[in-house]
């Protein structure tokens, strides 16, 4: 073996190596140069370790589909009054069906051309003629509530992970579970009810007009009239603090929803120095917004949201440019989360919380401390061992292992990897593992001195000899720590990764490194005698 072969197996472990220790640096200590801050990140923390919230959400999809039946019903409605095809009583039943009455079959016969032609996705349930009228029962079709079920959950996925970001949090993990629930972890969170509350909230903003032409009382009194609705918004007093309930009665429909924002912000008011959400509307909505306030000056409109009535000015005049404000007394923190909900979107639908768990920060550090450890414990056991049973050959191994262990935390701080308590024990794992191929090594290398082999000879014929089963033993592993990382939850992909990595790093300083130091000390130092 030439000393250029050598010299550069050498070069090619020392670059590696110290890139590993570039990576691991920020872990160790913050005292260190502006190249590091820009190019590398410490290792995060998972839940369990530094502590945190864990939350399973169940996204009521069931609600997605009731929406979009309504919204499909009043559009419906308008097509037909359009068209003038004659009906009557257009309600909704039981959530998810829409009932209507013709009053002949000639619109019976425009009605099913109406369903064919612009709205593909409904289908008639059934029907039944009650004293010379039809009364037909609408649903939506069931690929079609598939497909809503489906996009209620990416969107609410999407949508909390962009509120999640906005709020703050360092690594949290947002990941679906079967068809209606969300697993969310956030490391590290201070305030986990104000989380909950950013997180839950649906979001859904409503323009509504006031309906000043009927009395509210009548209305509060059970004559609601037809097409209105009665929603409540409350009043802070000031010098008490006491919130009073108010009733307002309100179009139902609605002028202009949330999806039309472009912008939300926290801004301070200049004359009473209190926070208010200002809003920014894309240029569909500013040009709706233009009409809207055009044609209703002098009206009050209500902007309502999650169906709680925030303000109803007046307008005063026509409003363009697309800006528009909520009001209220917003705490700074509630202004700003309020803001985060609306730039990132309303929830399709709602969300319910099914399990809720919060983990202590001194929790945390107990189960840091106790996997510190494990770690020095079980190293410290693994390199006596070493030395006591092959001597100076057991010293290359330990450097290899120490080594290892730098691969593996420079690797997890390289890929942004999080660090959890299972994951401690896939290391402690690799530890074992480590110097599980070196003993593999030495008794081959064992077995060619018995034969009055040279210790070249015996060196390389105890690798060659052990490489094969090394990698059956390791690639098999690596298999099933893959598979646990793919299919696994949370904790179990916490000691999938580490154990992913450990596999690889363990293989690369146990067969690479160790060679490079054997053939150092045999071709270059031309010893005589392997100390095994």
């Known amino acids: 073996m030439s000393d250029k072969n050598l010299k550069a197996r050498g070069i090619v472990t020392l670059v590696i190596v110290a890139t590993a220790l570039f990576f691991l640096m920020p872990s160790i200590t913050q005292k260190l140069p502006s190249v590091w801050k820009g190019n590398?990140?410490?290792?995060?923390?998972?839940?369990?370790?530094?502590?945190?919230?864990?939350?399973?959400?169940?996204?009521?999809?069931?609600?997605?589909?009731?929406?979009?039946?309504?919204?499909?019903?009043?559009?419906?409605?308008?097509?037909?009054?359009?068209?003038?095809?004659?009906?009557?009583?257009?309600?909704?039943?039981?959530?998810?069906?829409?009932?209507?009455?013709?009053?002949?079959r000639e619109a019976r016969t425009q009605f099913e051309k109406v369903l064919k032609d612009g709205f593909p996705s409904v289908e008639i349930k059934s029907s039944e003629v009650v004293d010379g009228k039809e009364k037909i029962w609408l649903k939506i079709n069931n690929k079609q509530i598939e497909a809503i079920e489906k996009f209620a959950l990416e969107q609410s996925l999407e949508t909390i992970r962009n509120r999640v970001d906005e709020f703050g949090v360092s690594e949290p993990e947002i990941i679906p579970q079967g068809k209606d629930r969300i697993l969310i972890q956030l490391p590290g969170i201070k305030d986990p009810q104000r989380a909950i509350s950013l997180i839950g909230k649906t979001a859904l903003l409503e323009f509504k007009m006031l309906d000043e032409e009927h009395s509210l009382d009548e209305a509060l009194g059970g004559k609601v009239p037809d097409g209105d609705i009665i929603a409540y918004g409350y009043k802070v007093e000031s010098e008490t603090g006491?919130?009073?309930?108010?009733?307002?009665?309100?179009?139902?429909?609605?002028?202009?929803?949330?999806?039309?924002?472009?912008?939300a912000n926290v801004t301070i008011s200049d004359r009473f120095g209190e926070p208010y959400v200002s809003l920014k509307f894309d240029s569909q909505g500013a040009k709706d917004f233009e009409r809207i306030t055009a044609q209703n000056v002098r009206k009050r409109l209500a902007i309502v949201l999650d169906g709680m009535v925030h303000s109803a000015p007046v307008i005063q005049e026509r409003i363009s440019g697309g800006n528009a404000q909520i009001t209220g007394s917003f705490t700074m923190d509630e202004a700003h989360d309020l803001a985060i909900v609306l730039r990132a979107g309303a929830l399709p639908a709602p969300v319910r919380i099914l399990e809720q768990r919060t983990v202590g920060p001194s929790l945390g550090q107990d189960s840091i401390d106790r996997g510190r450890l494990s770690i020095i414990v079980g190293t410290i056991l693994v390199i006596l061992f070493m030395v006591v049973y092959y001597n100076l050959s057991g010293v290359v191994a330990d450097i290899a292992l120490f080594l290892n262990i730098i691969l593996i935390m420079g690797a997890l701080a390289a890929f942004r990897a999080t660090l959890t308590l299972p994951g401690i024990a896939g290391i402690v794992l690799t530890i074992g593992m480590a110097v599980d191929a070196n003993v593999l090594i030495f008794e081959r290398i064992r077995e060619e001195l018995r034969l009055g082999k040279s210790p070249r000879a015996s060196i390389a014929g105890g690798?060659?000899?052990?490489?094969?089963?090394?990698?059956?033993?390791?690639?098999?592993?690596?298999?099933?720590?893959?598979?646990?990382?793919?299919?696994?939850?949370?904790?179990?992909?916490?000691?999938?990764?580490?154990?992913?990595?450990?596999?690889?790093?363990?293989?690369?300083?146990?067969?690479?490194?160790?060679?490079?130091?054997?053939?150092?000390?045999?071709?270059?130092?031309?010893?005589?005698?392997?100390?095994?």
């Open 40 to 104: 590398a990140d410490k290792i995060h923390l998972g839940l369990d370790l530094q502590g945190g919230m864990h939350l399973v959400l169940e996204v009521e999809t069931e609600k997605a589909v009731e929406s979009a039946m309504e919204r499909i019903a009043n559009d419906l409605k308008d097509v037909l009054m359009e068209k003038r095809i004659r009906f009557r009583h257009m309600d909704r039943e039981e959530g998810i069906f829409t009932t209507l009455e013709l009053t002949d």
């Open 242 to 263: 006491r919130r009073t309930k108010i009733p307002y009665l309100l179009r139902n429909k609605t002028l202009l929803t949330g999806e039309s924002l472009e912008d």
């Open 463 to 532: 690798y060659s000899k052990a490489l094969l089963t090394i990698v059956d033993a390791n690639v098999t592993t690596l298999i099933a720590a893959l598979v646990l990382f793919q299919f696994g939850t949370g904790p179990v992909k916490g000691f999938a990764v580490t154990l992913s990595i450990g596999i690889v790093s363990s293989m690369f300083t146990a067969i690479f490194v160790t060679r490079i130091l054997y053939d150092y000390f045999v071709w270059d130092r031309n010893i005589k005698r392997i100390s095994i």
